[in-house]
């Protein structure tokens, strides 16, 4: 048992600690970061993270909802860190951000994948940096001589084409939303979504005027108001699964989301299928458990082919 147990609730930011005598374990919820989706609380193994939903003021737009995290049932194994797709939930043990659920491999790592081609990039271009809902992009520029390059357009066309872009993309923040990817150059970015799944919105239940899921989403452009009749819909292009958006949504059934697919590294543990199944379905569980036993056992054919052709 820890010696001591504090836990902050400031404006920006929810703080646990586990102080023991040589170990000082300290979870910290960025609330700037975080968009009041449901995929640490579903993937918390002891329940101990709730989602609130904000009341809703007449006449102004919904808030996002707020996490909560009750320090007498969290066990600060950091599998909300891992789940998260925003990265607003860091554990660090005396300092060090340490995750011993990845070391021990008994939680999988979200994949995300994101391959960036800067060959593929005009060299005045900017546009997948100001396409960034969550400002997470920042590209540089360097000239032949070494010096940073504010404005291609200064220089002379002979200096240009020695001009090298440099795309840098917080990784660690990114919920792949796949943005970027459209916004930017042909084959400069590629993006796998490492949550795939569906999502619908069934106009007749949605009350009139109402816009709670498109005030709260975090994604430009994953959902958006037609002018036609006033009505929200949804852009599965860059819809990231995360579910901020059916949290607040007044009318059950109004806005269903399925995940059906999440990308990982490798992993051998029951509670990654407790989550799982919590975080899609059961079906969706099912197809992994099946795809996980068929690659074993290809896996295990291969092997012993491989035995075989050594023995003769």
């Not at 593929?120 to 997948?128: A, L, R």
């Not at 396409?131 to 220089?155: F, H, M, Q, W």
């Not at 020695?162 to 923040?173: A, G, M, P, S, W």
């Amino acid at each position: 048992m820890p010696l001591k147990t504090v836990k902050k609730d400031a404006a920006d930011a929810l703080t646990l600690e586990w102080i023991l005598h040589v170990k000082r374990y300290k979870l910290a919820l960025d609330k700037m970061r975080c968009v009041g989706c449901q995929i640490c609380s579903l993937a918390c193994p002891k329940e101990a993270i709730k989602i609130e939903k904000q009341p809703k003021v007449q006449g102004q737009k919904a808030k996002k909802a707020l996490v909560d995290i009750d320090l007498e049932k969290c066990n600060f194994c950091g599998i909300c860190d891992v789940s998260c797709p925003y990265g607003a939930i860091k554990l660090t043990l005396n300092g060090e951000h340490v995750l011993s659920v990845l070391d021990k491999e008994s939680y999988p790592e979200l994949i995300r994948d994101i391959k960036v081609d800067t060959h593929q990039c005009p060299k005045d271009c900017v546009e997948c940096e100001d396409a960034c809902p969550l400002s997470l992009i920042k590209i540089t520029r360097v000239g032949y001589d070494g010096n940073p390059v504010e404005d291609v357009a200064t220089l002379p066309p002979s200096q240009r084409k020695r001009v090298q872009i440099n795309l840098d993309i917080q990784k660690e923040y990114c919920p792949t939303c796949r943005v970027c990817e459209f916004k930017c150059a042909p084959g400069a970015i590629k993006v796998r979504k490492f949550i795939e799944g569906k999502i619908a919105i069934d106009q007749k239940k949605c009350p009139d005027g109402c816009t709670d899921c498109l005030d709260v989403c975090p994604i430009t452009g994953a959902l958006y108001l037609s002018e036609k009749d006033n009505k929200v819909y949804v852009n599965e292009l860059f819809c990231d699964y995360c579910g901020a958006c059916k949290v607040v949504c007044p009318v059950d059934d109004a806005l269903t989301l399925k995940r059906t697919k999440i990308h990982h590294t490798p992993v051998r543990s029951g509670a990654w299928n407790k989550a799982l199944e919590k975080l899609t379905s059961p079906v969706g569980t099912v197809k992994e458990l099946k795809a996980h036993s068929s690659q074993k056992a290809k896996e295990t054919v291969c092997r012993r082919f491989v035995c075989e052709e050594e023995i003769r």
